[in-house]
Structure formats: C-alpha cells, structure tokens
C-alpha cells in the first residue's frame, strides 16, 4: 500500500537529514528517494506535472515566470523517474530585479478517467541554489479545481508525519495534497481526481545563503517532488524528481550590502576608494559577468545629515544600491548655528 511505502521513503528522509548537516545530504536525499521509483503502470491515465518560478519586480507590477518545467508523461501511461521533463524556458534570475519569489507545482490528470493521486512538494533545503524561506510561511498555499471529493492539505516535518495544519515552531521539509491523513501516525493517503482537474501547491524560497553571486552556477534546486498514481488494485506508481533549473544572479555584487565596515576613514578620498573596493563583480542582464566597466564609474558618495557622515550609492544596468552613515574622520568643513560675539 502507498501508506507504507510513504512512510517508508519519509522515515529515510527523515533519517537522513539527522544524520548530517552537509551539502552533501542534498545528493544522498536524491540518490535515496529516486531508488524507491515503481515502474511505469500502462493504464491509460496521464498526469500532467507543472512547476515553475515566479518573482515579483522589484520596481512593482505583477509578479512574473522566470523559470519553468513541463513533465512529458505520454498519452498512455505515467513516466518513470528519468524522463519526466522537457527543456525548460528560462533559466537566469536576477536578484537585483526580482524579489519574493515563488515555487509553484502542479498536477493535472489530462486523461479521461478519474485518477486516485497524491502530490508531494519537498522544500529544497539542502540545494546549491535557492531554499525554502521559513519567513515568508504565510505565503503557502493549496488550491484544488475540485471541490468533490475534497483534497486534504499537508505538512511534512522531520519525522515522516503529516499534519493537516502547520505547526507554528517547526520548520516543514514538504507539503502535500491527497486524501485524508491518518490522525493515529500521521499516514498521507490518496484522493480521487477528475479528468480536466489541477492540484496547485506554492511554497516561498530565497537564495541560499552559501550562494556565490560572485561565481553564479546554473543548477537544479527541486529534484524533489512526487506524485502517487493508482490502479485497480491499489498499486502504486511513483512519478519521482522533477528538475527546475534556474541561474541566479545580481548586477551588483556587493561585499557589504548595508554598510562598510564600522571604520572612521581619514579622509574623503579614502571613503570613496572603499566604496569601490566593496564592489565585488558586476554582471550584465544576460548573468555575465561585465570585465569591462570600471566599478568606479557606478558609485556616487554624497555627505550626510550629520558631520563627517555620507551616503554611498551604486548605479549600474537601472540597478540602484544604497548604503547610508558612514563616517570618516575629515574635518574640512563645520556645521554652524547663529550666535553672538562679545
């Protein structure tokens, strides 16, 4: 039964992200999930699977798709674990122009029968890439096309367990939509869906905080989501990893992004030399790294409100930057106020 081989892959999972706390878990999850990929069931049922990233501007507007992936599960069965994906569109990000981004994953059921599904979303907590932000919690969210039967929203947590409601001080490591969960052992289970019908699960990431924007790579950051199909006799057929690759990338790659360091610089001159040096690499819209403009050129050093305070600002590719009061020792200029000589 797909209750058993479930708890099965979420204890391991759970296991394994106790046992180590390196980067290199990401490859033991991926390596330890897929092994547990059923065979393809020739049914006749074909569940379509979405997924695809989404940041809002950071000027305003809408938010937009900057990375998406299409599974090619074929007209008459489900996909086994190895080809499950076409080429996808888009790939960069820019960090300096998006913001609040959003994984979003789908599962449709494209064929002509009712089909019992389960979907699973696993946060990418250990990818080189982007990582779930637990700040933006608020921002998950369920929709189903169908309302009858009802699909059951989940959490997963270290441990294998489902909820069907968050719990407040734990961070989830998936979530999930199907049947109803097992209120004894917290067991997921699955649920009819319709012809025509859509499972929509969306979940808030953000960079990983080793991410080298200085070095930006082009990699995979979900190769964990999952959907359990049924057949007549309730054996299961796993459709396993799902790659969305993305490049994320910043204009302006700053080594302070608030704030020089906390240092009383002798002069203007030296200011302005620091402001420079915290430029660290400059990338054009296409995420290439720009060798040719002088990082000089971009930077703009105005006095502060106070006495030997400044603003520095950084301009490059319709990228502003702003860093605001730091303080130099120069005393070539004096505030003054009225007052009376005797």
Not at 225 to 240: E, I
Request: aromatic share 10%.
């Amino acid at each position: 039964m797909i209750r058993n081989k479930f708890c099965t892959l979420s204890t391991k999972l759970a296991q394994l992200i106790l046992t180590t706390v390196t980067i290199g878990i990401a490859f033991l999850i991926l390596g330890g999930i897929t092994s547990f990929a059923a065979t393809a069931s020739d049914n006749g049922a074909t569940i379509q699977r979405t997924m695809w990233l989404t940041g809002e501007p950071a000027n305003g507007g809408s938010p937009v798709t900057l990375s998406s992936v299409v599974s090619s599960d074929s007209p008459t069965n489900y996909k086994a674990p190895g080809d499950v994906t076409t080429p996808q569109n888009g790939r960069t990000v820019n960090l300096d122009k998006y913001k609040n981004l959003l994984i979003h994953y789908s599962v449709e059921n494209i064929s002509s029968q009712a089909e019992k599904v389960e979907a699973v979303l696993f946060f990418p907590n250990y990818a080189p890439v982007f990582s779930y932000d637990s700040s933006r919690a608020n921002q998950i969210s369920f929709n189903s096309e169908q309302t009858d039967p009802k699909f059951t929203d989940g959490y997963s947590y270290v441990g294998g367990s489902y909820t069907a409601t968050p719990i407040s001080d734990q961070t989830p490591i998936a979530i999930y939509m199907g049947g109803p969960i097992d209120p004894a052992d917290g067991a997921p289970s699955a649920q009819s869906l319709s012809p025509t019908k859509k499972l929509t699960m969306v979940a808030p990431v953000k960079p990983n905080s080793h991410f080298d924007f200085n070095n930006p790579i082009d990699d995979s950051f979900y190769n964990d989501t999952y959907v359990f199909g049924f057949v007549s006799d309730d054996t299961d057929t796993q459709l396993g990893d799902q790659d969305l690759y993305a490049k994320p990338f910043k204009n302006i790659v700053l080594a302070n992004e608030e704030s020089l360091p906390a240092t009383n610089y002798d002069n203007y001159n030296d200011l302005v030399k620091a402001a420079v040096a915290n430029v660290t690499a400059l990338f054009n819209d296409d995420a290439t790294k720009d060798t040719t403009t002088d990082p000089a050129s971009i930077v703009k050093v105005t006095p502060g409100t106070t006495a030997g305070s400044w603003n520095i600002d950084y301009n490059y590719s319709g990228v502003s930057k702003h860093i605001t009061g730091i303080k130099t020792t120069d005393a070539s200029y004096i505030d003054g106020k009225d007052f009376k000589v005797n």
